[in-house]
């Protein structure tokens, strides 16, 4: 048989909407619950107990109605805050239209069942690498402004703002007070994380919390809240507990700071840290410097030792000295040569006068010539009473050749040799 359906023109009653809620819901049967108590209520007169279960991770929360004995025998002496896990059916009250847990059996969690599911949750969270190092990411050296989550006029804000506020003044702080233990933590701490993360001027955030027991300090170790931290863009620093707690969102933030105070020394400098290692940096710069001018004045100082720089002039001396020499040399061969070529000229002159006429004729010999100006060498070239001229050895004197004067006889032919034949 199929169940008619619903429209404008056919709508349903409220009474059969309720029964079919109810029917579905009923189809759950009975389950397992883990949750926090919110709130017990115990109504004097009555064996009925209602609970506010709270989810530890969420701002959600049911109400369970159970019977007192049920309570008394599964989790004595149940107060607000504690951790249990009930038997109940899901039931919707359709006069009401409400939801509700009847349960029928009750288990307060203990400490060891608590650090046993903790160490489970642990295991997946490794494993789904939110605890590699190699995500972890560095703090900035001075952040511009750190974002701060705490309990509200707590220790653990008053230990971070002071100590930061010593190391580094100026350093600026946003501050967002939250609920550290209890059922609202969680969502609340997962809130404020999520409006440091979108603020742009936030370059830090610290979850910071003083000492507690480990059911104080569960919120930090809440899945939820880890993977919040996880998917920050914003470095995270947890600062949750003393040094000997150690709860899963210290695996997961980017820095563990052992305590608040911790904290702040790591997400600061120190001012007079800082100008001390100016002050260091700044002598090994003064030393470095000073030895590198002292080098270098030492290779200044060689160089200058050098001959051709200390005394530059000593080179074009020597070349000066070498220059003079060579010429002295030159001046010295050029006269020499000069000289013998005087003397070979002397000599020369002396052989030239002694062959030269004028010379014959200082000697008192005279040259003839006849009046076309050859030179008489015999008597025969002339005849009697020819003009001649007489060339002596300063000036010339006419003459007339003397018909006395016989002109030479012919020389005789040269007698054949003896024995010669005709």
Not at 84 to 96: C, D, L, N, Q, S
Not at 276 to 293: F, H, N, P, S, T
Request: some cysteine; hydrophobic content about 40%.
């Amino acid at each position: 048989m199929t169940t008619p359906t619903s429209s404008s023109d056919e709508p349903w009653p409220v009474r059969v909407v309720s029964q079919k809620i109810g029917a579905w819901i009923g189809k759950l049967g009975w389950i397992w619950v883990d949750g926090q108590v919110a709130q017990i209520t115990r109504r004097p007169g009555t064996n009925t107990v209602f609970l506010t279960l709270r989810d530890p991770s969420a701002d959600l929360s049911l109400t369970v109605t159970t019977n007192r004995d049920v309570v008394d025998l599964g989790a004595p002496g149940l107060n607000d805050g504690a951790r249990i896990v009930v038997h109940a059916k899901p039931e919707f009250y359709a006069a009401r239209g409400s939801l509700s847990l009847r349960a029928d059996e009750i288990r307060q969690v203990g400490l060891g069942e608590l650090l046993a599911r903790l160490e489970q949750l642990k295991k997946l969270l490794a494993a789904e690498g939110l605890f590699d190092r190699a995500r972890k990411r560095r703090l900035p050296f001075l952040p511009g402004k750190v974002g701060l989550i705490t309990g509200r006029a707590s220790a653990a804000e008053r230990d971070v703002l002071t100590n930061a506020r010593r190391r580094w003044p100026t350093v600026e702080f946003r501050v967002i007070n939250v609920a550290v233990q209890g059922t609202s933590a969680v969502p609340q701490i997962i809130d404020a994380l999520a409006v440091l993360d979108r603020d742009e001027t936030v370059d830090v955030i610290v979850l910071a919390r003083g000492g507690g027991s480990t059911e104080d300090l569960l919120p930090f170790s809440d899945e939820a809240l880890c993977r919040a931290v996880f998917a920050c863009r914003t470095p995270v620093v947890s600062a949750v507990g003393h040094e000997t707690d150690v709860p899963l969102v210290d695996f997961v933030a980017d820095v563990r700071a052992s305590t608040p105070t911790d904290a702040a020394k790591r997400i600061v400098p120190d001012l007079a840290d800082e100008f001390r290692l100016i002050g260091q940096a700044k002598q090994r710069l003064d030393r470095a410097l000073k030895g590198l001018l002292d080098r270098e004045q030492h290779r200044l100082d060689a160089i200058r030792s050098r001959p051709s720089i200390a005394r530059p002039l000593s080179l074009v001396d020597n070349r000066a000295t070498d220059v003079a020499q060579l010429r002295d040399r030159a001046a010295r061969n050029l006269s020499h040569r000069l000289d013998r070529a005087g003397t070979e000229l002397a000599h020369t002159l002396a052989r030239l006068r002694t062959l030269s006429p004028a010379a014959t004729l200082q000697r008192g010999y005279a040259i003839v010539q006849r009046a076309d100006g050859a030179v008489v060498r015999a008597a025969g070239e002339v005849s009697p009473g020819d003009p001649v001229r007489l060339r002596l050895a300063e000036g010339e004197v006419a003459a007339t050749v003397d018909p006395a004067v016989k002109k030479p006889a012919k020389r005789a032919a040269k007698p054949a040799a003896a024995g010669s034949q005709e």
